[in-house]
């Protein structure tokens, strides 16, 4: 064990080194449109789609300026544990770009010889405006922070908490990040999103195959006890920019494909109360899940067969693809497909709209797509990273 800690404080010690001259060199812009990349090199996958959990201390939470739209850049990279255990939406971005707001789900513990993961209480603010940026704040929400969301006027985060099944309430002045309540939801909960007007929000009960609704005046969080029924294991939600609908990712499986058909429910806010009006087949496995700034098209991310092992039978193709939704008012359907890379997990919108970027797990990259209405179509770029990004987050808007 005493060879062990002096080889990972030899290792850490180096990559506190890397980061550093990284540091130095951050070349900030004055104007920027930025995302941030959790990257997880805890949980890994071999070729044969086998999963493995090796020792941390590679992890690291990537800025990235996509002002030139295909050809984007990593400013810095944190060294900060993070993880693929919850949805791909664990961290967030002010929509002023002034700080970044990062949950750790789960914390990673020694088991004799092997390593697993228990759930962490941590979540972590960096201010993106000084130069280079810098952690400034660590807040204790409750167990295994996942799901995150910051309201349009950029002064209230929500943070689902898994295992306590729990929702905390944050208040944001300035640079100033403090726990103000924590809302009980009886259930666990792994994504939460915010209506326009701020007034009310969405969150994912996962196991309960339902979503809530919550209202909100300043910064009292009130949940209403008003419960949707949706597809299976519900993972992902978001709000169309007008505040007419909010669409949920229903997982299916509780976290892998599993070879068949899964859905996106289709609720209806200008309803009293809110309801489900519609479900859309999308594919198998939808995880990451998010609305175009316009409004006009929303995209599914199907797992693909990379993170399972290719013996299953329904295992044919190693890499995910994007399910691509039109919305036109409230109606949702289903146009398309394109394949990305293996596991895709996160995605993020540029602000206008017009491309969109997909983390790909086990290829450790971005694949950069352009947006045209409906159609989506793959550039063919990527971007590399220095981890596997288990999570992606735009500014909030």
């Known amino acids: 064990m005493a060879s062990q800690r002096r080889h990972q404080t030899i290792v850490l010690a180096g990559w506190m080194f890397v980061v550093t001259i990284a540091l130095a060199a951050w070349p900030r812009p004055a104007l920027a449109d930025l995302m941030i990349i959790g990257n997880d090199d ?74 697993k993961p228990q759930p962490d209480t941590k979540v972590y603010v960096f201010n993106l405006k000084t130069s280079p940026p810098s952690q400034i704040g660590t807040v204790e929400v409750g167990k295994q922070p996942s799901g995150m969301a910051i309201n349009r006027a950029g002064n209230l985060a929500l943070v689902t908490n898994r295992a306590d099944k729990s929702i905390s309430v944050l208040s944001i002045s300035g640079n100033d990040v403090k726990l103000v309540d924590t ?57 169309t920019p007008d505040g007419k609908i909010g669409i949920s990712a229903d997982n299916g499986n509780s976290g892998s494909p599993d070879g068949h058909v899964d859905t996106v429910s289709i609720i209806d806010l200008e309803q009293t109360p809110p309801r489900v009006v519609d479900r859309v087949v999308v594919g198998d496995a939808p995880e990451g899940f998010a609305i175009s700034p316009k409004g006009d098209v929303a995209v599914a991310v199907l797992l693909g067969g990379a993170s399972v092992p290719k013996s ?29 890379g293996g596991l895709p997990e996160g995605l993020v919108f540029s602000p206008d709209g017009k491309y969109l970027y ?32 288990a999570s992606m987050r735009g500014r909030a808007q």
């Open 42 to 115: 805890k949980v890994v996958f071999d070729a044969e789609g086998n999963r493995s959990f090796v020792a941390p201390g590679k992890d690291t939470i990537s800025v990235v300026d996509i002002t030139d739209r295909e050809a984007p850049k990593i400013l810095i990279s944190f060294p900060l544990m993070n993880s693929i255990f919850g949805p791909p939406v664990n961290l967030a971005i002010t929509p002023d770009e002034r700080l970044a707001i990062v949950a750790n789900s789960v914390d990673w513990i020694q088991d004799g010889t092997s390593w």
């Open 183 to 239: 809302v009980a939801m009886g259930d666990e909960v792994a994504a939460v999103a915010f209506t326009p007007d701020g007034k009310r929000a969405l969150a994912a009960k996962f196991a309960a195959h339902k979503i809530a609704l919550l209202t909100i005046e300043g910064q009292k969080v009130t949940y209403t006890k008003h419960d949707m029924p949706v597809g299976l294991w519900p993972y992902n939600i978001d709000v």
């Open 312 to 340: 299953m039978w329904f295992n044919t193709k190693r890499n995910g693809t994007l399910a691509v939704l039109k919305i036109d008012g409230k109606k949702v359907t289903k146009v398309g497909e394109v394949e990305v």
């Open 358 to 389: 997909v983390g790909n797990f086990t290829d450790r990259d971005v694949s950069i797509l352009k947006v045209d209405g409906a159609k989506i179509t793959d550039t063919g770029k990527k971007l590399k990273l220095p981890g596997q990004p």
